[in-house]
């Protein structure tokens, strides 16, 4: 037990002298990394949460698979610790092979699992696969589980959070992937579905183990599936993937965000289209870009010690797609990445995607860092008060400064417990951040304040994070339950002068408890996103405006002799064939490409109205080597949505494999491009994707790859169904340098 109290510091000083025991120093923090950072223990890693622990250390929660290859053994939500976010360790699995909560089924498995601190405990939501509330299969619900720890040990809640739902069709809605959120009035939500029955949210009750009240739908079904909701610039920010997340090679799993002022939404993309509508939005975060990784999806966010945001997900490597045997378990490891906000919207590496090779790592160790794993206090000194270690925690009353100094922008952090205090909190040099009173406080010494209400029945002497951003002369400081974007309350001030000076705790008309206590410095926020495909001068001779006929320059695979030329457009009535799998009877209007990098672009119209099924009629561009590998980007209906998919065929194992990417959103009439860039290295023909519903404003989005010794041409289809009959109309196809 550490002990410093005014009137024996000098006794204090003298006794730390002659002492042998020394604090334990955290591990320094990796400087590099490189993705993917679950390969220390696992080669799959699907689904993954991750969240700080009261011990500091980070720990990560996956999906039900085996871990490596060859072991054929599920793991019960398998568990993982680290000291610097880019070391992994297998912990053991969250449940027993025999546990299973009263409501599932034998066999049953555990997906997404979601961890959050509520009051004085961790719960995690999972998918249940299997329940006993019916005599179907895949009849999935949201269960939950508490522990003390994060690292267990896990006790299933005997009721499902959010039950089996019946389907209108027949079945049950897809009741998964869950992730909780709790509000800065104290109340708490849970997101949960998927393509199924679409993305929904439900109130839960105070201890986050009942689904209360009415829920709503924020995603539409059809599109979207693994939401994550966080809060960031008085923002509610849904994170949702999209497309298919096990196609083995070709998986284009995504990840789009909305946003919306309430966490029932509705959520709206950049462009400020609706995320819950059958022309559903959704800006782009994360895509593949082209190297290894494909697949990139099911992400959650979190924070390190200077303040930068991080992004965990899993991802395929297009080499190595599937776990053991082809067509089995996909292999999803898992991967970290920086998450910019760029002009108030989120992106991953400042638009650039995943990562391949070594990066900076992020920031797990401050220029003060104490985790009171020992009783020694020799990097403080007490001002005022008495302050002790007990049980891996700081106690005290008055204030304890750090002997380090502080200078210039900083990020300071603690997780803090009023055990009896009236306020407490953090000194940054001139500046006071308290919590007490019903208030989130910000003070500077002779300058302003600023002060915003705490939830009502808030109980500060549960745990929470506290932390403070200082950058130049302005502050935020924010009080959350475990720093993932769940926050509480959030203040503001500016400065009269800089804060620069010590850090110090605080507590006053009474004790506090302080652990995890660090400041660093603060990060560097990206300012610019990376350009997108550059867009030169059109090259006539091999354009095709449609203004006297089809150009000679055309051929067809399969022609089709209603597609005509009239009134400057090509005319094409949508084919019942299709270009997926083995028919391979879908018309193909193709002309060669130029060498070296170029853009090319159409202009479509298609008219496939909303809301109504009419799978799977489209017509767009497509990069083409044959009928088995070929990239389509076309406006799509898809059940009850209209999309911009990017789909991939290729051979794989001795039959084709096709998967997709979605590309922003459709109108009636949308343009659609394809920007091809050879890679300097492997040669490979590289092809990025991009949608507008103006010409105007594009979103950009996955890239596919073509082997070296292709040569991929460009072309038009229109297909993927007949009734009931729609022509579309292109305006041109155009080749740009």
């Given at each position: 037990m550490g002990h410093l109290h005014r009137g024996g510091v000098l006794a204090a000083a003298l006794a730390l002298l002659l002492t042998t025991t020394t604090a334990a120093a955290p591990a320094a923090g990796a400087d590099r990394y490189r993705n993917p950072v679950s390969a220390g223990f696992a080669d799959t890693f699907a689904d993954p949460a991750v969240v700080r622990g009261d011990d500091g250390l980070w720990y990560a929660f996956g999906t039900s698979d085996p871990l490596r290859e060859g072991e054929r053994r599920a793991h019960r939500v398998p568990i993982a610790r680290s000291a610097d976010l880019v070391d992994w360790t297998y912990v053991?699995?969250?449940?027993?092979?025999?546990?299973?909560?009263?409501?599932?089924?034998?066999?049953?498995?555990?997906?997404?699992?979601?961890?959050?601190?509520?009051?004085?405990?961790?719960?995690?939501?999972?998918?249940?696969?299997?329940?006993?509330?019916?005599?179907?299969?895949?009849?999935?619900?949201?269960?939950?589980?508490?522990?003390?720890?994060?690292?267990?040990?896990?006790?299933?809640?005997?009721?499902?959070v959010v039950a089996p739902r019946p389907g209108g069709g027949g079945g049950y809605l897809w009741t998964i992937d869950p992730s909780q959120f709790t509000d800065v009035d104290g109340r708490s939500y849970l997101y949960y579905g998927s393509y199924y029955g679409g993305i929904s949210v439900t109130e839960l009750s105070?201890?986050?183990?009942?689904?209360?009240?009415?829920?709503?739908?924020?995603?539409?079904?059809?599109?979207?599936?693994?939401?994550?909701?966080?809060?960031?610039?008085?923002?509610?920010?849904?994170?949702?993937?999209?497309?298919?997340?096990?196609a083995g090679p070709a998986t284009g799993y995504s990840v789009q965000v909305g946003r919306a002022r309430d966490p029932r939404g509705p959520f709206v993309d950049r462009e400020g289209q609706r995320l819950d509508v059958s022309r559903a939005g959704g800006t782009p975060v994360l895509t593949q870009n082209g190297n290894r990784w494909i697949g990139t999806g099911h992400n959650a966010v979190l924070t390190d010690l200077s303040g930068q945001d991080w992004i965990a997900y899993h991802a395929i490597d297009r080499a190595d797609p599937y776990l053991?045997?082809?067509?089995?378990?996909?292999?999803?490891?898992?991967?970290?990445?920086?998450?910019?906000?760029?002009?108030?919207?989120?992106?991953?590496?400042?638009?650039?995607?995943?990562?391949?090779?070594?990066?900076?790592?992020?920031?797990?160790?401050?220029?003060?860092?104490?985790?009171?794993?020992?009783?020694?206090?020799?990097?403080?000194?007490?001002?005022?008060?008495?302050?002790?270690?007990?049980?891996?925690?700081?106690?005290?009353?008055?204030?304890?400064?750090?002997?380090?100094?502080?200078?210039?922008d900083v990020r300071a952090e603690a997780d803090l417990r009023l055990s009896g205090a009236e306020t407490a909190g953090l000194r940054l040099g001139t500046v006071d951040v308290t919590v007490g009173g019903g208030r989130l406080t910000a003070r500077q010494s002779g300058g302003a304040t600023a002060s915003v209400p705490l939830p009502a029945g808030l109980d500060l002497t549960d745990r929470h994070n506290l932390a403070v951003e200082v950058r130049g002369r302005h502050l935020v400081?924010?009080?959350?339950?475990?720093?993932?974007?769940?926050?509480?309350?959030?203040?503001?001030?500016?400065?009269?002068?800089?804060?620069?000076?010590?850090?110090?705790?605080?507590?006053?008309?009474?004790?506090?408890?302080?652990?995890?206590?660090?400041?660093?410095?603060?990060y560097r926020p990206v300012r610019h996103t990376v350009a997108p495909p550059r867009v030169g001068p059109v090259l006539p001779e091999y354009s095709d405006e449609f203004t006297d006929g089809l150009d000679p320059a055309w051929q067809w695979i399969r022609p089709n002799?209603?597609?005509?030329?009239?009134?400057?457009?090509?005319?094409?009535?949508?084919?019942?064939?299709?270009?997926?799998?083995?028919?391979?009877?879908?018309?193909?209007?193709?002309?060669?490409?130029?060498?070296?990098?170029?853009?090319?672009?159409?202009?479509?119209?298609?008219?496939?109205?909303?809301?109504?099924?009419?799978?799977?009629?489209?017509?767009?561009?497509?990069?083409?080597?044959?009928?088995?590998?070929?990239?389509?980007?076309?406006?799509?209906?898809?059940?009850?949505?209209?999309?911009?998919?990017?789909?991939?065929?290729?051979?794989?194992?001795?039959?084709?494999?096709?998967?997709?990417?979605?590309?922003?959103?459709?109108?009636?009439?949308?343009?659609?491009?394809?920007?091809?860039h050879v890679d300097p290295v492997s040669g490979e023909h590289e092809f990025r994707a991009g949608s507008s519903r103006d010409g105007t404003h594009w979103t950009w989005g996955a890239v596919w790859t073509f082997p070296a010794d292709t040569t991929p041409r460009i072309g038009l289809v229109a297909h993927g169904g007949a009734t009931p009959a729609v022509t579309a109309e292109f305006d041109y196809l155009r080749f740009h340098r």
């Open positions: 053991g699995d969250a449940f027993a092979p025999d546990q299973r909560p009263s409501f599932a089924a034998p066999g049953a498995a555990f997906w997404a699992p979601d961890v959050r601190r509520i009051a004085d405990r961790w719960v995690m939501y999972v998918t249940v696969t299997d329940t006993t509330v019916s005599g179907d299969t895949f009849d999935t619900a949201i269960g939950a589980a508490t522990a003390p720890t994060p690292a267990g040990p896990w006790t299933f809640a005997d009721e499902p105070a201890d986050g183990l009942r689904a209360v009240g009415a829920s709503t739908l924020v995603a539409i079904d059809n599109k979207f599936e693994g939401g994550y909701v966080l809060r960031h610039d008085g923002w509610y920010w849904l994170f949702a993937s999209t497309a298919n997340c096990c053991d045997e082809p067509f089995g378990i996909n292999e999803r490891p898992m991967l970290l990445d920086r998450l910019d906000w760029v002009d108030g919207w989120p992106t991953v590496n400042a638009g650039a995607g995943p990562s391949e090779e070594p990066r900076s790592a992020p920031v797990t160790t401050g220029r003060v860092d104490a985790r009171f794993d020992t009783a020694d206090l020799h990097d403080w000194r007490s001002g005022t008060g008495d302050w002790r270690v007990t049980g891996g925690v700081l106690a005290g009353t008055g204030t304890l400064t750090s002997r380090t100094g502080l200078g210039g400081a924010e009080l959350s339950p475990a720093r993932l974007g769940d926050q509480l309350a959030v203040v503001t001030l500016a400065l009269t002068r800089p804060a620069a000076g010590p850090l110090a705790l605080r507590a006053e008309g009474g004790a506090a408890e302080f652990d995890n206590v660090s400041a660093a410095r603060l002799p209603a597609a005509t030329v009239t009134g400057g457009a090509l005319r094409w009535p949508v084919e019942s064939s299709d270009l997926v799998g083995t028919g391979n009877t879908a018309g193909i209007l193709l002309r060669d490409a130029p060498a070296g990098d170029y853009v090319a672009e159409t202009k479509v119209t298609l008219d496939l109205g909303e809301d109504v099924v009419r799978n799977y009629q489209q017509a767009g561009l497509v990069a083409y080597v044959d009928d088995d590998r070929f990239a389509r980007l076309a406006q799509v209906a898809i059940w009850n949505t209209r999309q911009v998919e990017y789909g991939y065929e290729l051979p794989f194992a001795g039959q084709p494999v096709y998967g997709g990417s979605i590309v922003g959103t459709p109108a009636t009439t949308t343009w659609l491009r394809l920007a091809h």
